[in-house]
């Protein structure tokens, strides 16, 4: 990793001019702070892929830094080469999954957690970054923090901050990324489906993409694994995962907002896919943030 060559604090302070006044200061829009955050580390290959059937999908964001060995994240319908000492960040409700990683044994730290606001972060979007050393010492201090259980504002104030400093990297030098599907099939079919409260079927994708049905069908299941019908409810239950976590919309309105035609046929298909009831599942994510607080103090 490329080693700091950061001027010393002295020939910085000497810079500072003297303030016209020194009771205003410079104001700055109010940050938008991640929530929910997990850091993990994954340290054989065999142990990127889970969970096995298809590609994983979910509704938060996924931080990558791979600290050792290379591989390629396929992301959507790209394949990313991921070189040691770089990192990408994966947006809600895009696939994923990993293959040609140069060794079984691997260091690679990962950091999820959840944002209610994507668009200051979109310049990361299929954007490979270089590990230099400031960003290294902020993710150290991250996870050390994460580790130590201290505050529960330490480790999303300096995750905060690592995501706007890496905002201010240059892109890894990199090559077009290899296409695994027709150019931006899946993104395109993502944003239609998170975009629209209506329950949109594969005939309505197809024709606002302006191609077949039978066309998209063998393309989106050749990309991903898994076929378009499939993804597009798991797309919709991982929006109300989220929502049930985050908002305090009534399980009506979310069931609404995610494409579901009833209250009753959200909450068969929610606890199908989850074992809970969506007002369980709501009060299991509260009991778990109370607890992590109280760990915190």
């Known amino acids: 990793m490329p080693k700091s060559s950061a001027p010393s604090i002295k020939s910085v302070v000497a810079l500072l001019p003297h303030p016209p006044h020194q009771l205003f200061g410079r104001r700055g829009a109010p940050p938008v702070l991640p929530e929910n955050v997990v850091c993990f580390q994954r340290r054989t290959a065999s142990e990127l892929n889970r969970p096995r059937q298809g590609r994983a999908l979910h509704h938060r964001f996924v931080l990558i830094f791979a600290l050792e060995t290379a591989g390629t994240v396929c992301v959507d319908d790209r394949a990313i080469p991921l070189r040691a ?19 079984d044994r691997i260091c690679w730290l990962f950091v999820t957690f959840e944002r209610t606001e994507h668009e200051t972060l979109e310049g990361l979007r299929y954007q490979p970054f270089v590990l230099t050393q400031p960003l290294t010492d902020l993710a150290t201090e991250l996870v050390a923090a994460y580790e130590r259980q201290r505050a529960a504002d330490l480790p999303i104030l300096l995750l905060a901050l690592l995501l706007a400093r890496i905002r201010q990297e240059k892109p890894a030098p990199r090559a077009n990324a290899n296409t695994l599907a027709p150019s931006g099939l899946v993104t395109k079919v993502n944003r239609l489906a998170y975009n629209s409260h209506a329950r949109l079927d594969t005939k309505g994708i197809a024709k606002a993409l302006g191609i077949s049905g039978s066309h998209l069908r063998a ?3 050749a990309s991903c694994g898994v076929s378009l019908g499939r993804h597009l409810r798991r797309l919709r239950l991982e929006k109300a995962c989220g929502l049930l976590r985050l908002g305090q919309q009534r399980v009506s309105e979310i069931a609404e907002v995610c494409g579901f035609a009833s209250i009753y046929s959200f909450s068969r298909a929610f606890r199908s ?14 009991i778990n943030n109370r607890s992590a607080d109280k760990q915190n103090r």
Not at 85 to 103: A, K, R, T, V
Not at 278 to 286: F, I, K, N, Q, S
């Open 85 to 103: 000492g770089e990192g990408l960040l994966i947006f809600p409700f895009q696939f994923h999954h990993y293959i040609q990683l140069e060794s």
């Open 219 to 221: 393309c989106f299941h």
């Open 273 to 286: 896919a989850y074992g809970v009831s969506p007002l369980v599942y709501r009060r299991g994510a509260a």
